[in-house]
């Protein structure tokens, strides 16, 4: 039982990096995320493989 608490706490916690990485790229300013080489539309892409991996 308590490797599935364990378990949902890490997907929680995994979903709430996700979402505040998503969060932090969107506010980068066009000129910040052009000299990142990050475009808008791979933002969710971009998250999913810094908190999840490739």
Do not use: C, W
Request: glycine share 4%; charged share 30%; proline share 2%.
């Amino acid at each position: 039982m308590m490797t599935f608490i364990e378990n949902f706490k890490s997907r929680a916690n995994k979903a709430a990096q996700y979402r505040q990485t998503v969060h932090e790229l969107k506010n980068l300013s066009r000129h910040e995320a052009l000299d990142l080489d990050i475009y808008y539309g791979d933002i969710p892409e971009i998250a999913r493989k810094a908190v999840y991996g490739a």
